[in-house]
């Protein structure tokens, strides 16, 4: 590897710019080379890179010679066509964003894929390393005395526009519970150390883009869902989600809970979304709970300024990729594996079987 870490980037939106904004505060690194299908998409982003070359096709991009990592930020229906793409003509360490595949059958195919790749594979969960929920994750075991109840509430605001209205249909999403809530289920995993083993779900399409048509179809994606995962060990996870509650003052809280007390983190939503009116974001905070003695406390966990500049995940983006490039020069491991990726989904796409069919799903 050259002593520059030349990144290519495939797709070229808005959460693909936030990954190039990313890179570049890392020391000894570069967007070398991008491509989108959409011209103007990916010369936005070869100038916000500081003049990346734009390839004309996966193809072309892949025959760069001197890239030395892929960051996949596509619609979710294209990552395992790519993915297949990279691996049969330049297998190159690859950051694929969430979710891995979008269809149930395509499972064994990622596993299969992945079995023997001689590079690293980090599945972008960016939740993961937001500062506030990394102390959240930290103390949650000390705090609680052993975690036997985990709530993840997410209010925030609907889906965005983006080019194809593609995250408009379940078809090319996977559906809430996988596109955004894969997220969330890794959370969890990572939370409660432990296997999901049954699932139950109650969700729909209340209020968001029920007025909108697409070529005559009217979109038919999620805005809003209870979750109930049960794991091996015995903990009870719940996620509640609604998106259409952007007036929330916080967008995630995740509380736990033991024999010895109560951790919650409350953060905020992206502070391009504050209305300037009410002062200054609010800012992430974390309480812990002891049940003996009783006393509460609260400490806020400020993220950099420059970091939240730089993105809407309170500065997760940079810290993902900055141990992504630490996996690259093989100077630490994976974090977020190919398996973490897809166990994500596969409780994603068991709490729509759920929810369409009122029956509790087991996981084997």
Known sequence: MSKVMNYGLIGCGMMAQEHVRNIALLPDAAVAVVYDPVDDLA?????????????????DLLGQADLDALVIVS????HLPQLRQIVAQRPLPILCEKP????????AEVEELFRDYP??????MEYRYMPPVSAFVAQAEAATGGIKMLTIREHRFPFLPKIGDWNRFNARTGGTLVEKCCHFFDLMRLIVQSEPVRIMASGGQAANHLDESYDGQTPDIWDNAFV??????????????CMFAEGARFQEEICALGPQGKIEVQVPGPGRFWPSALGAAPIPTLTVSPRDPKGPYTVE???????????DHNGATFYQHQRFAAA??????????????????????A???SALTGQAVTLI
């Open 328 to 349: 690259v020069r093989a100077e630490a491991g994976v974090e977020v594996t190919v398996k973490d990726g897809a166990m994500a989904v596969r409780m994603g796409m």
């Open 119 to 124: 590079h690293p594979v980090w599945v972008a």
């Open 228 to 241: 109930i995962v049960d794991f091996a060990n015995g903990t009870r996870a719940m996620l509640e989600l």
């Open 351 to 353: 709490a729509q079987q």
């Open 43 to 59: 010369q936005a982003a070869a100038r916000l890179a500081g003049g990346a070359r734009v390839a004309t096709s996966l193809d």
């Open 301 to 311: 966990i400020p993220v950099d300024p420059l970091l939240l500049e730089a993105g």
């Open 100 to 107: 891995l595949f979008v269809d149930p059958a395509e499972a």
């Open 75 to 78: 619609p979710n229906d294209c």
